[in-house]
């Protein structure tokens, strides 16, 4: 049975519009438009255990949304959604406590304390016990260097420092599925291919899911053996990158960025 | 649960080291609290002097400038509006965060939101304290009316915490609903400031009103500590206050689950 059974969720956003001209801003103090705006039009598919799914789309597709329900922070208007053999949403708690997440956008460090401080914090919430959390935080300090830095506050911590602590702080815990929403933004060439190693080899060794949304196609490259593409809340591919490149490229040996660019003009995106 | 209340107080030992990092904001409340007392003391001398013999005051003169340090010195615990650090996460949407860990979001930000209320109390009253202490004269801070009486201020305070911080919650649930905006949660924090006594001690308010001003949930934060200490109420009478006190964050922690359960449900998290 595969890890994660999404079959056609769907969420709608409710915009609210103040109305255009002179008045608008008095008239809009009293009245409001709303319009429903569809993030999720029918978006389902599966994954299985130890996959590295790259999840694309331009902005505003409904990736970060597929995200937000899959870590059940969001709950779908329609459609079913099994992970691990629960509800995200519904049951929260307990599925919360077997992932990990990412948010390259935000941050689960606290700003004024040594990120280790936040480790700790972050031990107890989970309930690790005690040897499995000093070695667990060893062996992933280790791998991403980080232990130079583990009496840092996070304020004072590049961007790069910053995202490389804050997958410790998602794989602390150990979850079998980890949700990385855009973890390479505003990374520099070094810092993203350390990532990008560092997951590969995690992958490998613990055998943990990974489901990443980015915008930058070397990561794809570099780790998914499997892409989806979201458009316009819809799934519109799932498969390899090599199949990709063959339905759309102009020709052979085609840049990925222009293949991508020339496939969203094609399906209108 | 037993997972849950480390996790809390681990939340809570976090929170309050991090409240403490700002200690030259905590020191300008301070003085903004002490300046503020000066001019209710003067303003009170000035009222009960002119006032002599044609007015029947509840409260007499020492009482009531006792009233005003005790006041000040528990202010902050009446900073619930709104954890700034918690707005924030709504507003940005990194709540989207905090709803990744295997935490019930009540317990969650009530552990955190009381923390940084302790922080704040910590200095901000201590330096108020020192202050009261140091004042020479009829504008200084009197000594509790009895040791009794003081010994359950202290119980009344510990009480007083965990309504505020119960209160608080539930502005923050309120204040889930993020498309009011700040509106409903300043209209929440404008009432519990006058009705806890904040601007007037609740036994000068008029006669007619005195029992419905003593049982609103409001009392506990300022005034029921506050009579005990400066002894406008009898130890023997606190066991009733007390017991506003408790059952009244009761009801807090109950609505305020309520309404962030609902809440959550329709939760949305702005931002990509």
């Not at chain 1, 949403?89 to 307990?94: G, I, L, P, S, Y």
């Not at chain 1, 390259?104 to 690790?128: C, E, K």
């Not at chain 2, 037993?2 to 939340?11: D, E």
Request: with cysteine.
């Amino acid at each position: 049975m595969p890890q994660i059974e999404l079959s056609g969720i769907r969420k709608a956003f409710k915009v609210y519009e103040r109305p255009a001209g002179r008045w608008g801003l008095l008239k809009g103090a009293f009245k409001r438009e709303v319009r429903s705006v569809t993030a999720l039009d029918g978006v389902s598919f599966s994954v299985g255990e130890g996959e590295l799914v790259g999840l694309i789309g331009p902005n505003g597709a409904g990736k970060s949304t597929t995200v937000k329900v899959m870590s059940g922070i969001l709950t779908p208007d329609a459609g079913s959604c099994v992970i691990n053999g629960r509800v995200p949403w519904k049951a929260r708690v307990a599925h919360v406590s077997e992932i990990g997440v990412v948010f390259g956008q935000r941050s689960q460090l606290w700003w004024d304390v040594p990120v280790s401080d936040s480790f700790s914090l972050l031990r107890d919430i989970y309930g690790i016990p005690r040897e499995r959390y000093e070695s667990r935080l060893g062996g992933l300090c280790g791998a991403l260097e980080v232990d130079s830095l583990l009496k840092t506050p996070a304020r004072q911590l590049s961007l790069g420092q910053r995202m490389r602590c804050e997958l410790v702080a998602a794989l602390l815990h150990s979850p079998k599925l980890l949700f990385l929403d855009e973890p390479t933004i505003g990374l520099d060439a070094v810092s993203k291919l350390a990532l990008r190693a560092f997951l590969k080899d995690e992958n490998a060794r613990s055998g943990v899911t990974a489901l990443l949304t980015t915008h930058d196609m070397d990561d794809i490259e570099a780790l998914c053996s499997r892409v989806m593409v979201i458009g316009r809340g819809k799934l519109l591919y799932d498969g390899g990158l090599p199949g990709l490149r063959e339905r759309y490229a102009a020709y052979e040996g085609q840049d990925t960025d222009e293949v991508i660019a020339r496939m969203y003009e094609e399906e209108a995106l | 649960m037993k997972r849950t209340l480390r996790a809390c107080l681990s939340l809570f030992r976090i929170r309050a080291a991090e409240s403490l990092q700002y200690r030259l904001a905590a020191l300008s409340g301070a003085v903004v609290s002490i300046v503020w007392t000066l001019i209710e003391v003067t303003v009170y001398i000035v009222f009960y002097t002119y006032a002599e013999g044609r007015a029947n005051f509840s409260l007499t003169l020492g009482q009531v400038i006792a009233y005003s340090w005790v006041k000040e010195l528990l202010y902050a615990l009446l900073v619930f509006n709104i954890d700034d650090e918690i707005r924030g996460k709504i507003i940005s949407g990194d709540v989207g965060v905090e709803l990744c860990r295997p935490l019930d979001l009540y317990w969650h930000w009530f552990a955190k939101s009381s923390a940084g209320r302790v922080g704040t109390l910590t200095f901000r009253s201590g330096a108020v304290l020192l202050a009261g202490i140091l004042i020479p004269g009829q504008y200084g801070m009197t000594l509790p009316a009895s040791l009794p009486g003081f010994l359950l201020f202290l119980l009344s305070v510990g009480c007083a915490f965990l309504l505020c911080s119960a209160f608080g919650a539930l502005v923050s649930a309120v204040r889930l609903g993020i498309t009011w905006g700040d509106g409903p949660t300043y209209m929440l924090i404008l009432l519990g400031h006058v009705l806890s006594g904040g601007y007037l001690p609740l036994q000068l308010w008029p006669d007619f009103i005195q029992t419905a001003l003593l049982y609103q949930p409001f009392a506990g934060m300022i005034d029921i500590p506050a009579r005990l200490y400066v002894g406008s109420a009898a130890p023997a009478e606190a066991v009733p206050f007390l017991l506003v006190q408790i059952g009244w964050s009761a009801v807090f922690v109950a609505v305020g689950r309520l309404v962030m359960s609902r809440r959550l449900k329709n939760v949305i998290v702005q931002g990509g």
